[in-house]
């Protein structure tokens, strides 16, 4: 088993948190790991990413070569595109559709939508809209980790699991938020 | 026993913690603060009393450090590579007075600048003090060698460097811990002089420092971080320090090729192991995540020795972090790569927070400015320097830190008046205040603007040293009172605070405005950890 996974977002929107899921569902499975993150001057509202890699045999380097990972998680639809060249053949791409639009020259959103739906092996969800209709707006990572779920080749309990122990000091209601946000991910269907 | 998942600086700060660490002196700067915050927050550190803290500058924590040492206690620097210039005196003749209890020194390098002026290799800066260096290659040797540091440290009686650079400082994997050792008890130096460089003792460490350099060599030849694994096909040996391992093994594992490898990570360079794979291979490709320092040396002047590879002939590319695919084209592979990034992609450069009080500074700042010429503001390094991207575009230099300052002043000396210099709270207390001596000893035509956000911002937000004690300071270095101004830099008082930059700009002298508003970030984690109802531990 080997998942190269390439998190993208924009500095400030928390992609660290969908990391820290599949990371302890991983370990918990007893598989290695690696994690690269963004720390510095990007987190001020730049483009960040994070490189994550499981698998069952030693990890040697930190960074997913070009080509070669397996999916990419982006919070941000711009974000999504910007980590092409790392998708290896047959890699999904799962993102989400809400702008975050902190430049003046953002490009028109359907050109956006339209190459992501040009691709043929993508998820596109409107996770923000979601997480808010759930009456959590702060669990669309989960939503968006939900989507990504079924390509991950972690168990879904694993995962429902991970965020347990993860939202554990917060309380259930935190924890049953965002479990639902994970279902709703999952569930969904474009 | 359990492994942890830790970045490679916090597998840095566990791994001397566990090795009886007993102080740690650090000033931020990405991407090394993680070290230094992991012992801010370890229970281990907190209840085996270590000592931690965030000094001025990294000038200040190493001379901490050594005295730590000089106590007899085993102590940690830490700081970017940028840190070490600022460092560099006292690192130098650190290694000339020698340790007393361990003296670990960890320069934390940026290839490819991801966050940082430049990309220099702090390498260079062991080989030159002649100490030596450890380059871990993963977050297991991180651990690993920073515990072995401090027996080294104590072996040999010599300040040890560690050098990372940031994909590793940055990136979590599994680490295995070691017992955990007590903390020495602290004893002076045997020899009372050791730490006297008066020119005579200074004369004779360094022979013995010298002297000791053999000693040094013969550990890395016997060392189990320098590995020479033989292969059968010797068309090619490759050599490859630090994190360049990983990225060997990444593109070697699974595939049959047997090419002669040493791998590095203890320096000085183990010489026998290099003649070795020099003699036995036709050519050599050098993997360094860094400058070509091994590859110069190889190489020499001429160029007339074996036949290299490496950075320096453009197998890898001259500048830059390494990556897989840049080492899988070095080594003659294919390189993979999925679809193009769409023509209308566009950058998303950082940016100042919503909210952040610099804005409302560079707003009234750029409005008083109008009057005047462009180019004569002289920024620093921190949030602020974003002010040089639009929609700002604001300031017109950015150095090192406490440049702003000083010139400023070389500016106005030259009859660029008033200049005008933009410095943060922290990067003042850092280098700012000598500057800003050198200003008022001159009587010279500056405005000083030190943007007091009340922390370090940029690194992540660590204590600012002067916090509430900014005015005095100034006033202190001679700055006549009726003439440093605090504002309140929001939106609301923007008239009255053009007005009062007016008045400073109209007096012929040095003046400090201070804006002060808290760092929205900072106060949002403050605002979130009242609101848990728990300090933000
Ligand atoms: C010699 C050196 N040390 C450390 C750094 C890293 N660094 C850059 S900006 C900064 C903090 C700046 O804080 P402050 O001046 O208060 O400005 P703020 O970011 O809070 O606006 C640090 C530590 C550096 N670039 N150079
Ligand atoms: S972190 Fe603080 S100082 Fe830096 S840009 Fe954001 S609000 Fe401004």
Redesign the interface.
């Given at each position: 088993m080997k998942k190269d996974i390439i998190l993208a977002g924009?500095?400030?929107q928390g992609i660290i948190s969908i990391a820290t899921v599949i990371?302890y569902a991983a370990?918990d499975m007893g598989l290695?790991?690696?994690?690269?993150?963004?720390?510095?001057?990007?987190?001020?509202?730049?483009?960040v990413q994070s490189?994550l890699r499981l698998s069952d045999?030693v990890?040697?380097?930190?960074?997913?070569?070009?080509?070669?990972?397996d999916i990419i998680i982006s919070v941000e639809p711009?974000?999504s595109?910007?980590y092409?060249?790392?998708?290896?053949p047959n890699?999904w791409l799962i993102t989400s559709i809400t702008p975050f639009k902190?430049?003046?020259?953002?490009?028109p959103i359907e050109?956006?939508l339209d190459?992501i739906r040009s691709?043929p092996n993508h998820v596109a969800l409107d996770a923000e809209g979601m997480a808010k209709d759930l009456g959590s707006p702060k669990s669309a990572n989960m939503v968006i980790l939900g989507a990504a779920s079924p390509f991950l080749e972690i168990p879904y309990e694993k995962l429902q699991q991970a965020i347990r122990a993860i939202f554990a000091k917060k309380g259930t209601e935190i924890i049953e938020a965002n479990l639902k946000a994970l279902q709703a991910g999952r569930d969904f269907k474009e | 026993m359990e492994k942890q998942?830790l970045?490679g600086d916090e597998a840095i700060a566990q791994g001397a913690l566990d090795a009886g660490l007993s102080g740690i002196y650090a000033y931020p700067g990405?991407?090394s603060?993680?070290i230094t915050e992991y012992v801010e927050h370890s229970r281990q550190a907190r209840e085996t009393g270590v000592k931690y803290s965030w000094a001025a500058n990294e000038k200040t924590a190493m001379e901490g450090a050594i005295g730590m040492s000089y106590a007899g206690k085993r102590a940690m620097t830490c700081m970017k590579h940028v840190g070490l210039n600022v460092a560099a005196d006292a690192f130098i003749n650190a290694a000339i007075t020698g340790a007393n209890g361990a003296l670990v020194v960890v320069a934390a390098d940026d290839p490819s600048m991801?966050?940082s002026q430049n990309e220099q290799d702090s390498r260079f800066y062991g080989k030159f003090a002649l100490v030596p260096i450890f380059e871990p290659s993963?977050q297991q040797e991180a651990y690993d060698m920073t515990y072995d540091a401090f027996a080294f440290s104590e072996k040999y009686k010599l300040p040890v460097m560690i050098r990372i650079t940031t994909?590793?400082a940055?990136?979590?994997?599994?680490v295995a811990r070691r017992p955990a050792l007590p903390q020495r008890k602290g004893n002076l130096p045997e020899d009372m002089r050791q730490f006297v460089l008066l020119p005579a003792i200074a004369r004779r460490r360094y022979k013995q420092l010298l002297k000791t350099h053999y000693d040094l060599v013969a550990e890395s030849e016997k060392s189990s971080y320098n590995l020479y694994f033989e292969g059968k096909d010797k068309s090619k040996g490759i050599i490859a320090c630090g994190?360049a391992y990983?990225?060997l093994?990444?593109n070697l594992?699974g595939k049959d090729v047997s090419y002669p490898i040493l791998k590095i990570s203890q320096y000085p360079i183990p010489r026998k192991m290099i003649e070795k794979i020099c003699s036995d291979c036709k050519e050599i490709l050098i993997l360094e995540d860094g400058y070509p320092m091994i590859e110069e040396l190889l190489r020499g002047y001429l160029n007339t020795g074996v036949t290299i590879h490496g950075r320096m002939d453009g197998t890898i590319p001259r500048d830059g972090e390494l990556?897989?695919?840049i080492v899988?084209v070095g080594l003659g592979f294919p390189?993979?790569?999925?679809?193009?990034?769409?023509d209308?992609?566009?950058?998303?450069?950082?940016?100042?927070?919503a909210g952040c009080p610099h804005i409302d500074t560079y707003v009234a700042l750029l409005e008083t400015l109008e009057q005047y010429s462009k180019g004569r503001v002289f920024s620093d390094i921190g949030?602020y320097t974003?002010g040089a991207l639009?929609p700002f575009e604001a300031i017109n230099s950015c150095v090192d830190m406490g440049a702003s300052i000083t010139m400023a002043k070389g500016a106005a000396d030259a009859g660029l008046t008033p200049a005008i210099a933009v410095i943060g709270d922290s990067t003042f207390t850092h280098s700012g205040i000598t500057g800003l001596l050198d200003a008022v000893n001159d009587k010279a035509n500056v405005k000083v603007f030190i943007l007091d956000n009340g922390t370090t911002a940029?690194?992540?937000g660590q204590k600012s040293a002067a916090t509430g004690r900014i005015e005095s300071i100034c006033a202190g270095v001679g700055v006549d009172p009726a003439h440093i101004r605090v504002i309140k830099p929001l939106r609301k008082n923007r008239e009255e605070n053009v007005r009062i930059i007016n008045e400073e700009l109209a007096y012929d002298g040095v003046s400090v405005i201070i804006p002060r508003r808290e760092c929205v970030v900072e106060l949002n984690k403050k605002m979130r950890a009242k609101f848990a109802g728990k300090s933000n531990e």
């Open positions: 924009v500095g400030g990371g370990i290695h790991l690696k994690q690269s993150e963004v720390h510095g001057m990007s987190q001020r509202g730049g483009d490189n045999k990890i040697h380097s930190d960074l997913i070569p070009f080509g070669q990972a711009l974000e595109l910007r092409l060249p790392m998708l290896g890699a902190n430049i003046p020259n953002y490009p050109t956006i190459k691709l | 998942l970045l990405t991407p603060t993680e991801h966050s993963n994909r590793l940055h990136s979590r994997a599994g994190l990983n990225y093994m990444e594992a990556n897989p695919n899988a390189d993979t790569r999925g679809p193009e990034v769409p209308f992609m566009v950058g998303r450069p950082p940016s100042l927070c949030c974003l639009a940029m690194t992540g």
